[in-house]
């Protein structure tokens, strides 16, 4: 695979190595596991963009370049192949890691609770890993959180303070990424008018920004580097990466609306309730394997705080950013929004019965701030998490 940073159409970055074991006087409790479907078709939205490009005059593509499943609207959204396994591998490490505590929690299968979106991707992606987890069919069904009630995994739909604050967030980022345009768009333009042999006025970067995707869809969907892919090189991927960051940073991330950093709570209520419950008793401590979207992954992200042990997160990404600052940025979606993104809870207890726990980001420890190890106690995140654990969503998304 071509390693270009492809933001939120990036396919899963597998860990090429296990994670490190807990230590001996660390007993493994309970695991748990957010994360976004598997790699999928276009939304109806991209399709629109897509097809304009493949309409584009002037362009005379090279056979193959344009997929007509790529515009079929019967796809839209859908969770493609490549998806499912992308679910199967993150459910067979899974499986190794936590071999002896799984076997152990499918004698008694009221433990492994599967819940997702009502989207069919994110249904379709908790259904391939359960399929993995529990061969058997031991355990219950996958739960479906209708759209309507969805607090926790597609959240955004249900917080008006927060649709509401959308077009402000918008406006600002489009403010942010006209600078990053003024700055970079030429050098861009340049680049892909050379690659497709086209004068530079052709495209606009946000057109640009779209090839880019297609990049991502050709290589997530069909493992396919030969034609959109051939635009771009890791700087002209990482400049597009950057571009999406400004937007995404302050749409769902932590520099946009304040609610960025609440419209987690409600689901990190959920699983610190059943952390709660499994310290009390043990024997029944359930493990939730949770199914949604890349804003999910975000908001989690963002109420965590991740941006802060993944890179330097005191200054909004800016348009105006050097690309070299912005290297060290925390905030990247490339690592923190892939397709099949997911973030793993354990947890653990010592033998005084102390809580502990480790965050894993697509399989890979994190350590957080206030935290001297990845095995860290859970008190610094319950006191990180403060007054979200318990939080009252409906009050907070209030207008
Ligand atoms: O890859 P991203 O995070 O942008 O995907 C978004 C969807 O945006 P789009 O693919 O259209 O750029 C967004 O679809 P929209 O029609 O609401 O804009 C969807 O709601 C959001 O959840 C993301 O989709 P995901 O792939 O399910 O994470």
Redesign the pocket.
Known sequence: MIHLSLS??TPYPAPTAPVRQAPSHLELVQVQLVS??GT?Y?????MKHIKDIYELSGLNLPHGWIKEELVNPENAGLLAQYGHSEMEGIALRMMQRYSTFLTERLLHPETLRFVSSE?Q?SYMSARTFRDVVDPGNLTQPVTVVPLSDDVSLAMKFNCPLWLQDKPAAAHNSSLEVEVFDSIHGQRLRQSIGDRLDIDSSVLKVEGIAMLYSLCGYDLSLFAETNSWCTLFDPDTAALLELRNDIKYSRIYGPYGATTNKKMACSLLTEVFAEMDQALQNQSSAVSTFRFG???TIMFVSTLLGLEQALGSYNSPIAGAMSPVVALRRGFKTTAI?PFASNLGIELYKDQSAQPYFRLLLNEQAVRLPGCSDEFCSLNVLRTKLGDAIGCDFVGICRV
Do not use: N, S, V, W
């Open positions: 939120t159409k976004r479907h999928r276009p939304t109806l939205g991209d989207f991707r979207h890349a804003e929004a």
